[in-house]
């Protein structure tokens, strides 16, 4: 059973940095590229990264370039999302999914769920003062 468990989330000040952490289990982790996507309240999902097998390919959203950093620990099995500089903008749940194949592909700034087959149970990031 393909397995996907956020976490890392919490209460940040603005300026703050987080890591956010994707535990893998029931496939082969190396076999597949990963991507984080975020909901904030009321809004459309929205992609953020696709990173591919190896963590030496990586996809971002235009306006996350910069403070956004995904990797990978295939060791591990866990898939990590740095966050710098956070603000109030980037308050929302996040979470990880399963891609299809093992290259990294860009994806529109804005997706269905059926985007992915698998998706973990998401982490909440609130970024406030």
Partial sequence: ??????????????????????????????????????????????????????GEDAYYEESMKGRFTASRDNA?????????????EDTAEYYCAKDRGSAATPRPSKIQWNEYDYWGQGTQVTVSS
């Fill in 1 to 54: 059973e393909v397995r996907l468990v956020n976490s890392g989330g919490g209460l940040v000040k603005p300026g703050g940095s987080l890591r956010l952490s994707c535990a893998a289990s029931g496939f082969t982790f190396d076999d597949y590229a990963m991507s984080w996507v975020r909901q904030a309240p009321g809004k459309e999902l929205e992609w953020i990264s696709t990173i591919n097998w190896n």
């Fill in 76 to 88: 591990k099995n866990t898939l990590y999302l740095q966050i710098k500089n956070l603000n109030s």
